[in-house]
């Protein structure tokens, strides 16, 4: 069983309310919900968004209303934190969409395949992970998890990095390194855990093979000013990577 989170911010000017909606349309036709929980986090809504939330009622368990855009990190650490025992935390972003179904279980399947696994993630066609890259950081591996006679064969891409579109986060590793952090509203939240996650000991993969669906294709002012906001705080996210790998900082972080 595992808790599905999702931060919405959605606005009249970043017209995002049409991507939620396919998002959760998406979750509804793929998630198998008489096992698996979804919380949202609303940092922004609009009377559309209101509308869509009560249309998908019946597959929401909790709608978390934030006063304020808190950000992505302290907004999907709110549903989090109801987390129960040993139940895995799966992070997905409000413009995603996939038609594959139980991929959910799959994600599942490789944390209980490999208890040292501590991110496993779906796949953008855009990322720069492959096994030939000539940047060090973005060469991964990829390698068959130990296999019991019965269940599916399960292939993984070892990587460095598993950015946050669609992450299923071990209970294992959040109950050594906690909830989710980052400087400031937007960005590094998904490079900061994954860095955590391997200085915890634990490994981060991606399921390839699982076809997933950037919906927004940026280009509009909302994504610049993200891009921004990543650019300015790119010293303090260094700094904090730095804390962690050196001791200075603690790997766990407190959900709130």
């Not at 030939?132 to 006679?149: A, D, V």
Request: aromatic fraction near 10%; charge should be negative; proline fraction near 2%.
């Amino acid at each position: 069983m595992s808790l599905i989170a999702m931060c919405v911010f959605s606005t009249e000017e970043n017209q995002k309310d049409k991507y939620l909606e396919q998002t959760l349309e998406s979750l509804k036709n793929t998630v198998d919900f008489s096992k698996h929980r979804l919380q949202l986090s609303v940092n922004g809504y609009t009377e559309k968004t209101k509308e869509i939330l009560t249309k998908y009622s019946d597959i929401i368990e909790k709608i978390h209303w934030n006063e304020s855009n808190e950000g992505t990190a302290r907004g999907i650490n709110r549903c989090w934190i109801n987390r129960k025992e040993k139940e895995h935390c799966h992070k997905i972003d409000d413009d995603i969409e996939t038609s594959h179904v139980g991929w959910l279980d799959e994600l599942e399947e490789v944390l209980e395949a490999d208890s040292n696994i501590g991110q496993a993630a779906l796949k953008r066609t855009d990322l720069w992970e492959n096994p030939y890259h000539q940047n060090s950081f973005y060469r991964s591996e990829l390698k068959q998890l130990p296999h019991k006679p019965g269940n599916r064969w399960l292939n993984c891409e070892f990587v460095n990095h598993c950015i946050g579109s669609s992450v299923l986060h071990s209970y294992k590793l959040l109950d050594i390194v906690g909830g989710l952090r980052q400087p400031s509203y937007y960005a590094f939240d998904d490079a900061i855990m994954s860095a955590v996650s391997k200085l915890a000991g634990f490994k981060n993969v991606f399921l390839s093979h699982i076809l997933i669906k950037h919906l927004d294709e940026g280009g509009t002012s909302f994504q610049e000013e993200k891009e921004k906001m990543a650019y300015k705080y790119m010293e303090e996210y260094n700094k904090l990577i730095a804390g962690y790998t050196n001791g200075t900082i603690p790997l766990y972080h407190p959900f709130n």
